[in-house]
């Protein structure tokens, strides 16, 4: 009897060794497993809506914006105002000053491949542009002149940064063929180098509000320029600003 009580003692004490084994080894599993950890809440940036942005109103931005749905200040005239050194079609066009460097260089490089690029328009103030609408609609009435022409104030020109550009034959002028003439073909492939992007493009009119004007060029600056035209995507599209009709 006592044997088998010594024997029944042994067994007991192997198995409690056995278990107390088993139990330190999942602990110490347990401990080297490394907790997983909480995810901090990732907040999202906050998201400027393009319309705020200063940069479309500041009178000394390359990008100030003027459309149907966005008008310049009352009597907007820009500071800079100056009559450009190239070839013309009128006496006392004016740009601003800031784009006459890259203006003269863009006209000096055509004409080194024989293409003769002529300034047709520039700045226009609030009764010039008045002027012009106004003889659009009596000739063609509103909705037609809405198409391709601004009321005063709504008009990139006003900004001084809004540019006609012809050739050296002046019966392209304001001509949807001038896209057809060794001159609207070079300015469509080598006027973002310059810092100008074609600011009415075809197919587009829902969202610019204008027809298709192949000679109409805006400044932006070399940057913004390539950036646009790499893009195929108009002003208004590219940088998310309302266009279109009149409010």
Known sequence: MTKRLAVLAVV??????????????????????????????????????????????????????????????NQYEPADLTEPDVRIRLDGIRVREVMV?????????????????????????DEEQQSIYDEYVERLGQENADQISSKAGYSEHQTGLAIDIYNDDPTYDLSDEFV??????????????YGFI??????????????YEPWHYRYVGKEEAEKIHASGKCFEEYY?????DYE
Not at 101 to 119: K, Q, S
Not at 240 to 244: R, T
Request: charged share 25%; hydrophobic share 40%; aromatic share 8%.
């Open 12 to 73: 007991l004490c192997i198995v409690l060794i056995i278990t107390a084994g088993v139990i330190l080894m999942k602990n110490d599993f347990l401990n080297k497993v490394p907790e997983t950890e909480t995810p901090e809440e990732v907040q999202p940036e906050p998201t400027m809506n393009p319309e705020d942005d200063a940069k479309f109103y500041n009178a000394e931005s390359l990008l100030i914006l003027a459309n149907k749905k966005h008008k310049l200040p």
């Open 240 to 244: 998310g600003l309302k266009g279109g």
């Open 101 to 125: 460097n890259d203006l003269t260089a863009m006209f000096d490089a055509a004409e080194e491949e024989e293409i003769y690029l002529v300034l047709g328009s520039g700045y226009r103030s």
């Open 180 to 193: 057809n003439t060794d001159a609207g073909k070079w300015l469509a492939e080598h006027a973002h180098e």
């Open 198 to 211: 074609l600011r009415y493009p075809q197919d587009a009119e829902e969202i610019t509000g204008f027809a």
